[in-house]
């Protein structure tokens, strides 16, 4: 929980000075912005979905359909699915993949992923992913994999399940202190590309009202996002339950 010292945001826990997310995350009623950073989109969409296009579901979507560059008849494989990971299966979907692997320890999770496009779940807890993943996939690996973590175990992952020509893309942000270890041989003896995706790649001029329109036609289903709707007061406890799994996203109603 956090706490206010000598007008310093800190960490109950441990004193650790906290700072907005990328400068501007804030749980506050109101806030300023520069006319620049806002987006019109259709007003029939509820501002509780439109609202989810500013972080961790245009992630997702922009990883696979912008950076990845997903496309019909691909295979897609997306390696942890919280909201992150979750939209880029959406995303994979959307963009007509014929394959689609989600992979996570959770089973709640893999069937959540199942509702917005996955054809196929792995839980890793339980089975080796990269052996799944190429197995599915006819011995090659897939087309492109989505490592949605961020750790360096789950990149290797990702890195391994490709195929020779297949394009990894890494969305899930790591921890500073993270460092991966490959050999360098497998590295030049692979193909393809390893990209990593800022906010999915987004242009929010070009990508929210389109998304909004694939949701008001049925296309797209961000209510599905939505797994609860929560107070101010109660941030505290729904980021208890996001850590928990419990949820896909909390959206604060003022």
């Known amino acids: 929980m956090p706490h206010e010292v000598r007008g310093v945001v800190v960490h109950e826990a441990d004193g650790t000075v906290l700072s907005p997310a990328l400068g501007i995350g804030a749980f506050a009623d ?3 912005v520069a006319a620049g950073q806002c987006t019109s989109v259709d007003p029939a969409a509820p501002p ?3 609202g989810l296009l500013g972080c961790g579901v245009m992630a997702g979507l922009g990883a696979a359909i912008n950076t990845a560059g997903v496309t019909r008849g691909d295979s897609v494989a997306v390696i942890g699915c919280g909201s992150v990971g979750t939209a880029a299966v959406a995303g994979a979907s959307l963009a007509g993949a014929r394959c689609v692997i989600a992979v996570d320890v959770d ?3 893999l069937e959540g992923a199942r509702r ?3 054809t196929h779940t792995v839980n890793s807890a339980r089975e080796d992913p990269v ?3 190429r197995h599915l996939t006819d011995g090659n690996g897939a087309d492109v994999v989505i490592d949605a973590v961020g750790l360096p175990a789950t990149y290797e992952q990702a890195f391994y399940a490709r195929d020779l020509a297949g394009t990894v893309v890494l969305v899930g942000v790591p ?3 993270s460092r991966l270890e490959l050999p360098l041989l497998d590295v030049f003896g692979c193909g393809g590309s390893l990209k990593s995706s800022w906010y999915g790649d987004c242009l929010p001029s070009r990508d929210f009202p389109m998304l909004i329109d694939l949701y008001t036609q049925g296309r797209l289903d961000l ?3 939505v797994s609860e709707r929560i107070t ?3 941030a505290s406890e729904a980021f208890q339950r996001l850590e928990a799994g419990d949820v896909l996203r909390s959206v604060v109603m003022l």
């Open 30 to 32: 109101k806030t300023l």
């Open 48 to 50: 509780e979905v439109a």
């Open 107 to 109: 089973d709640r999770e």
């Open 116 to 118: 917005f496009g996955a």
């Open 131 to 133: 052996e799944v993943i």
């Open 175 to 177: 921890r500073p202190e």
């Open 223 to 225: 209510e599905g996002f």
């Open 232 to 234: 101010l007061g109660e």
